[in-house]
């Protein structure tokens, strides 16, 4: 069996989040204007994510880690977050080497780990 698309737009509600696709090495001219560009696709879409594809951005660097955050902390003052969409092993390891957390699409968000399991004791038996 096969499935053929309809034409037109895909039905896009408002809690669909938008996507800022980042293409190439992004100069430091560039990081201003996308850092509004986030702010305005969080303020356009209500939402409260924007995606940001970062696979075509090329090897990472620490030009790539200042991009993330600058992203990151627009979105955070504008009220959202981003969501990384495909980054590659080398991206993950140099944002955890300087310890930056982003939501990656397609990953469970983190949640805080539990603290251990507690048993109910009847009165009288020692805790164990």
């Known amino acids: 069996m096969s499935y053929r698309r ?6 896009v509600d408002a ?5 800022l696709v980042l293409a190439g090495p992004v100069t430091q001219d560039e990081v201003p204007g996308l850092c509004a560009e986030v702010r305005a696709l969080l303020e356009a879409t209500g939402a ?15 030009r790539t880690v200042d991009l993330l955050a ?7 003052r504008a009220g959202g977050l981003i969501r990384l969409r495909d980054p ?7 944002l955890d080497l ?12 983190e949640r805080e ?16």
């Not at 309809?6 to 039905?11: E, V």
């Not at 809690?15 to 996507?19: D, H, L, M």
């Not at 590659?88 to 140099?94: D, E, F, S, Y």
């Not at 780990?113 to 164990?128: D, K, R, S, T």
């Open 6 to 11: 309809p034409p037109g737009l895909q039905h």
């Open 15 to 19: 809690k669909t989040p938008a996507v």
């Open 48 to 62: 409260g994510v924007v995606v940001c594809d970062v696979a075509g951005l090329g090897p990472p660097g620490l």
């Open 70 to 76: 600058r992203l990151q902390l627009a979105a955070r």
């Open 88 to 94: 590659g092993p080398a991206l993950h390891a140099l």
């Open 98 to 109: 300087v310890g930056l957390r982003f939501q990656v699409e397609g990953q469970p968000e």
């Open 113 to 128: 780990p539990a603290l251990g399991v507690e048993e109910e004791v009847e009165p009288g038996q020692p805790a164990v």
